[in-house]
Structures are given as C-alpha cells and as structure tokens.
C-alpha cells in the first residue's frame, strides 16, 4: 500500500512561518481523519494536530493558535501552516491518518528553527 509523502520543510528562524503538505496515496478515503505527528531528536513521534472529514480541527497545547491544519479532498493534500516557530518545533513531522497506521508512515519532513 502507498504511503503518505511529506514535503516542504526546512530551516527558519525563531518566529518565521512554514507550511509543510502531505499528499495522500490514491486510495486515501475522503472520511479518514488526518493527522500531522512530529518526533524530535531524542523523543517518541507525538501528535501535533488533526483534522476530520468535515474539517474539524484539534491541537496539540503545544501548538494550538500557532498552527492551522487544512485538507483538500480533492487533490488528497493535508496541509499544515506553522507560524511563530519556536526552537522546540524543530522535529520531522510526519501525516498519518488517525488512528495511524503503521505500513503507510512515509519519511517525513525536517523542520529546523534555528537563529
């Protein structure tokens, strides 16, 4: 089965902005819920934030007035704008549908937020 493909990160500065997308496999249904998980250096992969099939939205505290997650049914992208980057975003980040599974969990994207 195909896996999720991230793009898009990189390395900014303390308060830039960044958007990173997900594009889904073909067979990705439009009634999944998507998510974005990250894992830094040292640390388990986390849930960052998700969004349903109607578009409902959830975040992590951590990153919640910070980040917006959006998903295109059509073109089968989730996307996910981070503003006011901290340090402690730097992680690769990584979209998976909730409940993840493990066999479509693709390589990811650096984020680094570095002066």
């Known amino acids: 089965q195909a896996q999720f493909v991230e793009s898009g990160g990189g390395l900014v500065q303390p308060g830039e902005s960044l958007t990173i997308t997900c594009a889904a496999p073909?067979?990705?249904?439009?009634?999944?819920?998507m998510a974005w998980y990250r894992q830094r250096p040292g640390e388990s992969r986390d849930w960052v934030a998700h969004?349903?099939?109607?578009?409902?939205?959830a975040y992590n505290d951590a990153v919640r007035g910070r980040f917006t997650i959006s998903r295109d049914n059509a073109r089968n992208t989730v996307t996910l704008q981070m503003n006011d980057l901290k340090p402690e975003d730097t992680a690769v980040y990584y979209c998976?549908?909730?409940?993840?599974?493990?066999?479509?969990w693709g390589r990811g994207t650096q984020v680094t937020v570095s002066s």
């Open positions: 998976n549908r909730i409940p993840f599974q493990d066999n479509l």
């Open positions: 969004v349903t099939n109607v578009k409902i939205a």
């Open positions: 073909g067979n990705m249904h439009n009634q999944w819920a």
